[in-house]
């Protein structure tokens, strides 16, 4: 089975600061890992993704994750928060499985960034 | 290209009766996966329809159930609505989730908001 482990509720930080979001998996197999936005009353915005290749994975927005496999871990990053970044965010892993996959989410981190 | 879209946004029913919610994917797209999101339990995969079958189900009752059409728009159903069934039900698609081997990323509607009284 697999599984996605955020361990912060939530996370604050000043903006300008530099903003860091947990992620841990657990899968049996490679891993395809992906972050997702999502602001009040909507849906869930794609960020990033990483497939195979570079560790670091630049996305939308000024995000980026890095995959670690040996602690396997996809931290989401941003240098500098915006107060607009302020959202829930989601952690998801998808590894194939007899031809199909199905994506697992993480419980979600709401990021609050202050003034 | 127009987003995926949700119909209807809000929805208010009561204990026992059921519910029929709309999905229209990205053009092109031919996967479509339906969620369920709750305080509580997070984001919950139901089920996954391609090319009109069900490819992956979820661990949810026999109540809810889905299909998919020839041009690709898909409807999740419910049934006997209980209380618990209270959710936001998003709805995804993707160009292929699985030949591509599960690489493409998932595009989101805004959802439905089901509430049971």
């Known amino acids: 089975a697999q599984s996605v482990a955020q361990p912060e509720d939530q996370v604050n930080v000043a903006e300008g600061n530099p903003l860091t979001v947990k992620c841990t998996y657990s899968?049996?197999?490679?891993?395809?890992l992906f972050w997702y936005v999502q602001y009040p009353n909507r849906g869930l915005q794609f960020l990033l993704k990483?497939?195979?290749?570079?560790?670091l994975v630049k996305g939308s927005y000024g995000f980026e994750a890095e995959f670690n496999k040996s602690q396997t871990s996809f931290h989401l990053k941003k240098p500098s928060a915006l107060v607009s970044d302020s959202a829930l965010y989601f952690c998801?892993?998808?590894?194939?499985?007899?031809?199909?996959?199905?994506?697992?989410f993480g419980k979600g981190t709401m990021l609050l960034v202050s003034p | 290209k127009a987003g995926v879209t949700q119909t209807p946004r809000y929805l208010i029913k009561t204990r026992g009766q059921q519910v029929t919610l709309s999905c229209s994917p990205i053009?092109?797209?031919?996967?479509v996966s339906w969620y369920q999101q709750t305080p509580g339990q997070g984001l919950q995969f139901l089920f996954e329809?391609?090319?009109?079958?069900?490819?992956n189900k979820g661990n949810f009752p026999g109540r809810f159930s889905g299909r998919q059409f020839s041009n690709s728009r898909s409807e999740m159903n419910v049934s006997t609505l209980e209380l618990g069934d209270s959710a936001l039900y998003l709805c995804?698609?993707?160009?292929?989730?699985?030949?591509?081997?599960?690489?493409?990323?998932?595009?989101f509607g805004p959802g439905t908001r089901l509430t049971v009284l």
């Open positions: 053009s092109g797209h031919r996967s």
């Open positions: 899968v049996s197999g490679n891993p395809y």
């Open positions: 329809y391609f090319s009109e079958t069900q490819r």
């Open positions: 995804a698609s993707s160009f292929d989730v699985g030949t591509s081997g599960g690489r493409d990323e998932q595009f």
């Open positions: 990483y497939i195979t290749g570079d560790n």
């Open positions: 998801a892993v998808r590894v194939l499985n007899s031809g199909y996959s199905t994506l697992t």
